[in-house]
């Protein structure tokens, strides 16, 4: 019985699978986010924009950061 329990069948290596690629894809999605927010932040002081801008980068950053 404890052979069978280390192996996994193909529904379970396709779990893995899923698992993996939906991980990947938060990944990324966060990594846009904090990038995308930085870049709100940076244009909102270097080009003297309106307070809701940085915050809009703020709100972004700490979104991505969850």
């Known amino acids: 019985m404890a052979a069978a329990r ?3 069948g193909r529904r379970g290596l ?3 699978g899923d698992v ?4 990947i894809a938060l990944f990324l999605a966060a990594a846009l986010a904090e ?3 930085a ?3 940076w244009i909102g002081l ?5 307070a809701l ?5 703020v709100a972004t950053i ?3 950061r969850r």
Request: aromatic fraction near 6%; proline fraction near 0%; charge should be positive.
């Open 14 to 16: 396709r779990q893995d």
């Open 6 to 8: 280390g192996r996994r």
């Open 62 to 64: 700490t979104y991505a």
């Open 20 to 23: 993996t690629g939906r991980s």
């Open 35 to 37: 990038i995308g927010g």
């Open 53 to 57: 801008v940085c915050l809009a980068g």
């Open 46 to 50: 270097r080009e003297n924009k309106s």
């Open 39 to 41: 870049y709100l932040v």
